[in-house]
């Protein structure tokens, strides 16, 4: 329903160009006959049912209609990031900009979480609340035209019952004051009572041209049509125009019949017989007589065209036809080789803008190969390609400039220091896009689960993808290492949701906002991967998976390496993906150094606060009591300063001399102007850090 919701928006949008089109040549038409105008509106009628048509070279719809199309719907590869068909490719990633950063799936090349994620693009039809209430709103409004249409029709038929048979199909009610043609396969005519024999002529005359004409058909059809794009302010002026034109040209139709004598008392008996009103009945299957005063003046003005002019206007009539029905020709559409040489180009001019003078005698495309397609991760296929190139340099001396390359045998290889280039392409029809890269260092490529959390890290973060690999249940466990970082994990339940599904750590997250994607070693498809623990589970073989904590401690002790219990974790059953994008919050315990007013860091010399109570602690470290004449000790065991990022927004708190056991809050001004009176030791602080940032900054009491 979404997709035909879209290509209705695109529908709409060609077919507003042919009515301004219409509206425009029906303009220089009205001196001539409405009979063409009235024909130019079956393309307009053709354009808003039919979603497919033929290019040609002399469309007069713009190519502009396409990509506005394209943008409103949010079509789903989403249309911002896939390019409409008659702009460029989007721009290739250089090495001096720097390839995009993807969340790895090992520590070591973890990127922020605050970069990855980004929630939806508001591009995605299936995932934008808005486009979901479009729909919803547009069905709506096709559901009250129809039901009102169907009761006028009904409230109508019932008002004819007692019409009076004359002869053929015309028929005489005294019901209403306007003559009428009703039904679409049989039609009748409708007179009302008391027309005089001539008046009675010229109307009957005038409704046999529509019956003849399929007006009765063509009526009710445009009425659908409006039903379907009712939203569409042009389409309401399209049908009201087309209504006009066909009323006109039925009337010039009986005046060439009858001759141009009758023109006066034909308008006498149309003004007779005016009602003012558009519908008969409020029904579309039901038309009469309406718009009386410029179907007046169109008949007094009226005179047949002569045979060249005539000539003139069907031909110009049949070429507006043919602009209005072909759509503009497109450029030719670029391969995935053509993007993968687009790509290399791109590199090309990147590496001569570092070393100006630096030229290549040629580029060699040495492997170009698609790894894998997936078809459930957006609403359209997306595929990875892997690429492999050389670059002959001139002088391979020069290549030294360009500072961290890999070179081999004197040529530039597309390796750098996260790996290979894959490339991403979406498909849509059959046609490739190309959306970025991924490269090889940062992922494990090598298998269908590698590939699909690359491109899921991916889409996650251009905002395509919601933040989370399984919709549903969510556990969020928070715990901390033996560093002192306080980490969390995001448990999901894969397959099966409730007590009988098993549970999986799908990503974690330390305090830095660093966000760590879980990838199963297996040889399979995610979805086949679980798929096999949880048919395991349902057979009572794979019960583990089935208690979400034991899931969660498992994986910090084997993935981690940090010994933990169940005893250390503490758990949110009601969590949500939104709030695992929260980094948590981590205390440390330190020397402050490096506070300026100037600057935006302090280094803190992290350090361990020991009591009495710690005796395994103290035996571990071979301290003693008479180690503590104050009953504790501060251990400096690696006197490593930390850099961390301090904002406007970090508090910061010192001890209230006044009043012994409360803090107070004061400016970073007055805390750095405190601490610069200690020349010796000075107490040490605690700090609260969350994304790397610091929160609080509070000073610890030394007895």
Partial sequence: MDQLFAH?????????????????????????????????????????????????????????????????????????????????????????????????????????????????????????????????????????????????????????????????????????????VFGMLRPRIYLPSGLHDQEQAYIIKHEQVHIRRFDPIIKPVAYAVLCIHWFNPLVWLAFFLMSEDMEKSCDESVIRQLGSGIKQDYSLSLLALSTGRRFTGGSPLAFGESGTKGRIRNILHYRKPAFWVALLCIVGIAAVGVGLLGNPRQQAEMTERDYAEQYIEANIASYQRTVPDLQFEGSTLTKFAKLGQFDHLLDIPVQLWALEYRLKPDNADKLMQLGNINIEDGMLTEDGSMGKPILVFSYQDSIP???????????????????????????????????????????????????????????????????????????????????????????????AYYAGLQAGADAGTEQVWLDPLQVAVQYIRTELGQPVSRDNLVVDYEATAADFAIAPVSSFLGYVTGLAMDSDTLNLDQVEWLTLEDSD?????????????????????????????????????????????????VSKAEFIAYYEQFTGFAPPCMITVSNNTVNTVTEVYVP
């Avoid at 219409?22 to 038409?29: G, P, S, Y």
């Avoid at 501060?634 to 409360?662: C, H």
């Fill in 433 to 527: 896009k190309y959306l970025g890269e991924i490269r090889s260092g940062e992922n494990d490529m090598s298998r269908p689960a590698g590939q699909e959390i690359a491109l899921r890290k991916f889409f996650e973060g251009k905002g395509m993808l919601l933040h989370e690999t399984f919709s549903g249940n969510h556990i969020l466990v928070k715990f901390i290492l033996t560093t002192g970082e306080t980490s969390q994990l995001l448990l999901s339940q894969p397959v099966k949701q409730g007590e009988q599904g098993i549970w999986t750590v799908e990503r974690w997250m330390d305090t830095r906002g660093n966000e760590y994607y879980e990838t199963p070693e297996t040889e399979v498809t995610l979805a």
């Fill in 617 to 665: 602690r103290f035996a571990a470290l071979g301290i003693t009591e008479e180690d503590l004449p104050g009953g504790f000790y501060i251990l400096n065991k690696y006197k490593i300063n930390d850099p961390y990022t301090v904002t406007a927004e970090t508090e910061y708190k010192l001890i209230d001399r006044e009043n012994p056991g409360s803090l107070q809050s």
């Fill in 8 to 180: 209705l928006i695109k529908m709409s949008i060609t077919g507003s160009y042919c009515i301004v089109i219409v509206i425009l040549v029906r303009l220089l038409l009205s001196r001539v006959s409405t009979i063409y105008s009235y024909a130019l509106w079956s393309i307009v009628l053709f354009r808003l049912v039919c979603p497919f048509s033929f290019e040609s070279t002399i469309s007069l719809i713009p190519a502009e209609a396409q990509q506005i199309s394209m943008k409103l719907t949010g079509y789903q590869a989403a249309a911002e990031v896939i390019l409409p068909e008659s702009q460029p490719a989007p721009a290739m990633k250089t090495p001096e900009e720097g390839y995009a950063a993807d969340v790895s799936l090992h520590p070591e090349n973890a990127v922020p979480q605050s970069a990855a994620s980004a929630q939806p693009a508001d591009s995605m039809a299936s995932a934008n609340p808005w486009f979901e209430l479009a729909l919803y709103i547009w069905l709506t409004g096709i559901g009250v035209m129809l039901v009102h249409s169907l009761m006028a029709t009904i409230r109508l038929k019932r008002s004819l019952g007692n019409a009076r048979h004359l002869y053929d199909n015309v028929y005489e009610t005294k019901e209403l004051a306007t003559p009428f």
